[in-house]
């Protein structure tokens, strides 16, 4: 979408309408998507993220019982790598059920 040119407010409109409510940065961050300047947020990024806070736990927290670097499991979270396939697998299953890092940690 960077350096392309498309109606900010419209889009606007249609997000806020998806999520129900007014986004008050959003605007903002579409301004910055249409001039380049815009963050990437990947799929993996969410993925690992989502991972974690369903687990309720720490990024370090995390990492220990995902048996990972705590810097590694940052660089996941903020895009820098994506996570393996078999870690994006254990990621998924973490989503749908977070009860699972409890199970790593009595491994």
């Known amino acids: 979408m960077s ?11 249609a997000i806020e309408a998806d999520a129900g409510e007014a986004l008050p940065e959003l605007r903002q961050a579409l301004k910055e998507v249409q001039a380049g300047e815009g963050r990437i947020t990947t799929p993996e990024q969410i993925l690992v993220r989502q991972a974690r806070e369903k687990s309720g736990l720490t990024q370090a927290a995390f990492a220990e019982r ?38 790593l940690a009595a491994s």
């Open 66 to 103: 995902i048996d990972t670097p705590v810097a590694t499991l940052r660089d996941w979270e903020q895009g820098r790598f994506a996570p393996p396939g078999a870690v994006a697998c254990l990621m998924r299953l973490i989503v749908n059920h977070p009860e699972l890092t409890g199970e």
């Open 3 to 13: 350096n392309r040119k498309f109606d900010l407010e419209a889009v606007a409109r």
